[in-house]
């Protein structure tokens, strides 16, 4: 099973490689105080991880930022509320590319910043941000994923929600834009 999942990850990073129409994108960096929109997509898959993001984006609407959100939910009954947009395993196609609504409804939303919430490599998710119609675009230290971020966040010895939130907080609030 491994080695399927390995060859569909292959199709998956060479069709990302050929359609990504980067060239076309405006980018500028924004820091917390500069910009006004934020995207945040994340895996909903671990209930636990859920109120994380969750505390995050209400931070960021209680400074008076326009939020978009958009979760990933990894099993094939869920579906979006009015509350929060979803999708899930069913939308995905044989290369894990996620095809429905929801997603491209939020791909081609302009915002300033878009922030990929996860530690390991989520194709979905990078999918998305590499399509996304946002200026600046920020996500976890994939080698492979490159193209799909403008900052990509790096950490060697803790991989939870909590602490790449936090560092996402953290360059927000340093950059200099």
């Known amino acids: 099973m491994a080695l399927f999942n ?7 990073y060479r069709f990302l490689r050929k359609n990504i129409d980067d060239e076309n994108r405006t980018k500028k960096v924004y820091n917390i105080n500069t910009a006004s929109s934020f995207g945040v997509i994340f895996d909903a898959t671990i209930a636990d991880n859920n109120m994380l993001v969750a505390n995050f984006i209400g931070k960021l ?3 008076g930022k326009k939020v978009y959100s958009l979760a990933y939910i990894n099993d094939k ?9 979803f999708f899930n395993k069913a939308s995905l196609n044989w290369y894990k590319i996620p095809q429905n609504k929801e997603v491209d409804e939020f791909i081609k939303q302009p915002m300033d910043v ?10 979905p998710l990078q999918y998305i941000a590499a399509h996304s119609e946002a200026k600046f ?24 929600i909590k602490t790449y939130l936090n560092q996402v907080e953290f360059y927000l609030k340093s950059i200099n834009a």
């Open 77 to 85: 009954k869920t579906e979006s509320s009015e509350l929060m947009k």
């Open 6 to 12: 390995r060859l569909k990850a292959w199709f998956f």
């Open 114 to 123: 878009l922030i990929s919430v996860h530690t390991k490599e989520s194709l």
């Open 137 to 160: 675009r920020m996500g976890p230290y994939v080698e492979k994923a490159k193209n799909s971020y403008d900052w990509m966040i790096h950490s060697e010895s803790d991989h939870s």
């Open 61 to 63: 609407k209680a400074s």
